[in-house]
């Protein structure tokens, strides 16, 4: 992941203005779950894994995240 992540959208656990080199994503999925889509907004993001099971980061002012809360999401 690369870009703004002033609100978290990148998913890397911090916040800062800009990541102009890729990092990876923060996450650790349970065993035997990999990643089967990843979708990515204007500043959040979200993954679903084989398992079904939805995994969101980023900018949250509008609940853009669906974990019912308006905080920003840093990491996955």
Do not use: F
């Not at 990148?10 to 102009?20: F, K, N, P, R």
């Not at 993954?47 to 980061?57: H, K, N």
Request: proline fraction near 5%.
């Amino acid at each position: 992941m690369w870009g703004r992540k002033c609100y978290g959208q990148l998913g890397t656990g911090s916040i800062s203005e800009q990541q102009a080199v890729p990092q990876p994503l923060s996450l650790r999925l349970p065993d035997g779950q990999t990643p089967a889509r990843v979708h990515m907004g204007a500043e959040h993001g979200l993954l679903r894994t084989t398992a079904g099971e939805i995994y969101t980061w980023g900018w949250n002012e509008h609940g853009n995240c669906g974990n019912n809360s308006t905080e920003n999401v840093c990491s996955a």
